[in-house]
Structures are given as structure tokens and as C-alpha cells.
């Protein structure tokens, strides 16, 4: 005869007595509840068919903040320009192929570095090194990305078109960088921050290299600001696959080096302000920028993983405050 009813201990009740019920226990249904409360939320991504997951990953379109430090640069540029209805239109643009731009560099770089990947802990996982794509199946999701891109930017004026085009360069040069040179965060910089270059031009028609080029050198000193910190996360791996960095290279003057870098930032964002004449909203408002960044450099502990990360993933607080002066001291013109 088969047992209608099986006997289930639960520890919380043990020195008492025995609850008796059918197929499940009571702390199996307690704990039930707890890992459903527990749980963390399902994301977008999350929800996505389980096949278009490493391409997701392959992108980093679940890691939003690196697609908003190269968005900004270019926000910033096509903000000092004008505030209008255009601006917003501009921002959508640029918005959608810094998307697609990011996702393709990304693509890119985990194509060039997939063997360097599998020997470091925190890339070993990557679509590529980890086999879950082949090499064709990235190269083809690279070039959707670049032709979804080239789509977007059509869309602007042709000055624009031409400076967008030749971005192709250092997007594939960069990967290389590490191999040859402490300074691959320069060249990350280069490549991240075209889009100063083109905002401007995008939002008025013409190059003007009195605003766009000190623009594009304050956005290369944050990048080296808060690309040095995130490099620090690996320094131990990039030591036995030999591959170079900035962190590498600054090791324990590495504060010192950040402050130069947030200095030159805010210069170069000064002289971009008196050459478009901003008003005094947007002078203030780069001393707290200043302030933020002080706190960044003070703060962060470069020998631990999480300070790094979470210093890192601040930087998008940066960038909206630069922003945002801009668009304050748009409205006091």
C-alpha cells in the first residue's frame, strides 16, 4: 500500500513536535517564500530570448554606464551649440549610435582580445572567450552594428558624415593599445570622445576647432580619470598576461595622476565656455564638478574591486552634471 501522507521534520519545530503533511514541508514552503522575496527583479534583458543573451552581453547593453560616458561628450558638445527642439532631436540621434557605436567597439575589442579574456577573471565569461559565440558569429554582429550606425548617421550634415567616418579608425586601432603601450586609456579617450567632434558641427553645420577641440581634450582627461580607476580592478591579471595600463604605470601615485587629469578637464571645459560665452551659472556649476571629482579621488580604496567599480560607475553623476551647467547657463544667455 502506497503512503498517502510522509512525515517531514522541520527544524524550527524539532523539540516539539512533528507536522505531518502531504508532498511538501512546512519549512519548504517558508523557505518557498523567502527565495521568491529574495529573488532579484528580472530586467529588459532578462526577458529576451535566452539565444540573443551574448549578443546582449557581447555589447555590454546590459551595462549601461560605459554607453553613458561616450553619450555625454557628445551631448555636451551639441548642448554648448544651442537648447532648442533640435537639440533634442540631435540627442536622440546621437543617443541611438552611441549605442550601436559602443556595441560594435566592444564587439571589436573582445574579437582582437578574446585569447588575453579567457586568462582574466573578470572577462573570462565574455560571449567570445567563453565560446558561447564563434569568431564568424561576432564578426557578423559587428557589421550589423556598424550598418545600423552608418544608417544613423547619414542623418546628419555632411560635415558631420566626414568626421563620424573617419571615428572607423580608432575604433579598430585602440583594441592593439595595451599590447604596445601604459597608455591605452589615452587612446580609449581618443576613441570614446569623437562624438565632441561631432556634436557641435551635427548642431551648427560648420567646424569650429576653438570649441570642439578643447572639448575633446577635457573629454580625454575624464576618460583617463575614470578609466585609470576602472583599470585598477585588473592590474593583478594585466601583471602575468602582460598587457599595459595606465594603473600599471601610476601605481602609487596614481591619486596624484587623477587629480592632474580631473584639472585638465576642467581647464579645457573653461576655456570651451568662455569661447561659446557662457554665463556665470555655468562657471559655478563646474565647481561642483570640481567638488565631485575631489570626493571620486579622495574616496576611492584602488586596491579593492568594488570601490573601483562603484567610483567608476559615478562618473555618469559627472557627466550629467557637466550637462546640466550647460544647459542652466544656456537659459542666463
Request: aromatic share 12%; proline share 5%.
Given at each position: ?6 512525515y ?39 526577458r ?8 546582449v ?18 551631448a ?8 532648442s ?29 578574446r ?34 550606425g ?17 571615428s ?73 598576461i ?58 576611492v ?16 553623476t ?16
Amino acid at each position: 500500500m502506497i503512503p498517502l501522507l510522509r512525515y517531514n521534520v522541520c527544524s524550527l519545530f524539532s523539540r516539539s513536535t512533528t507536522f505531518r503533511l502531504s508532498n511538501i514541508s512546512v519549512c519548504h514552503l517558508s523557505s518557498t517564500k523567502r527565495n521568491a522575496k529574495s529573488s532579484p527583479p528580472r530586467s529588459v534583458f532578462d526577458r529576451l530570448p535566452k539565444a540573443l543573451h551574448p549578443y546582449v552581453r557581447l555589447s555590454r547593453l546590459d551595462k549601461p554606464t560605459g554607453s553613458w560616458v561616450i553619450f555625454l561628450p557628445g551631448a555636451w558638445s551639441i548642448a554648448l551649440a544651442e537648447t532648442s527642439l533640435n537639440t533634442l532631436s540631435l540627442l536622440g540621434l546621437f543617443g541611438i549610435g552611441t549605442i550601436l557605436m559602443r556595441g560594435a567597439g566592444c564587439t571589436i575589442n573582445d574579437l582582437w582580445d578574446r585569447e588575453y579574456d579567457r586568462r582574466v577573471e573578470r572577462t573570462k565569461a565574455r560571449p567570445l572567450a567563453s565560446g558561447q559565440l564563434s569568431t564568424r558569429q561576432g564578426v557578423i554582429w559587428l557589421i550589423a552594428q556598424l550598418s545600423l550606425g552608418f544608417l544613423v548617421l547619414i542623418q546628419l550634415n555632411l560635415p558631420t558624415i566626414g568626421i563620424g567616418v573617419l571615428s572607423l579608425i580608432p575604433v579598430f586601432i585602440y583594441p592593439l593599445m595595451k599590447r604596445y603601450t601604459y597608455w591605452p586609456q589615452f587612446f580609449l579617450g581618443v576613441t570614446l570622445n569623437w562624438g565632441t567632434l561631432m556634436g557641435f558641427t551635427a548642431a551648427t553645420g560648420q567646424i569650429y576647432p576653438a570649441v570642439i577641440f578643447p572639448l575633446y581634450f577635457a573629454s580625454i582627461c575624464w576618460t583617463l580619470h575614470y578609466d585609470t580607476i576602472y583599470a585598477h580592478q585588473d592590474k593583478q591579471d594585466d601583471l602575468l598576461i602582460g598587457v599595459k595600463s595606465t594603473a600599471l604605470l601610476f601605481e602609487k601615485d596614481s591619486k596624484l595622476w587623477l587629480r592632474a587629469f580631473s584639472v585638465g578637464m576642467l581647464t579645457h571645459l573653461i576655456t570651451v565656455g568662455f569661447c561659446v560665452d557662457q554665463t556665470w551659472p555655468y562657471y559655478l556649476g563646474l565647481v561642483g564638478v570640481g567638488c565631485h571629482l575631489w570626493r571620486q579621488i579622495e574616496n576611492v580604496n584602488l586596491q579593492d574591486n568594488q570601490s573601483c567599480w562603484k567610483t567608476f560607475v559615478s562618473n555618469r553623476t559627472t557627466g550629467l552634471m557637466v550637462l546640466a551647467c550647460i544647459f542652466v547657463g544656456n537659459l542666463f544667455k
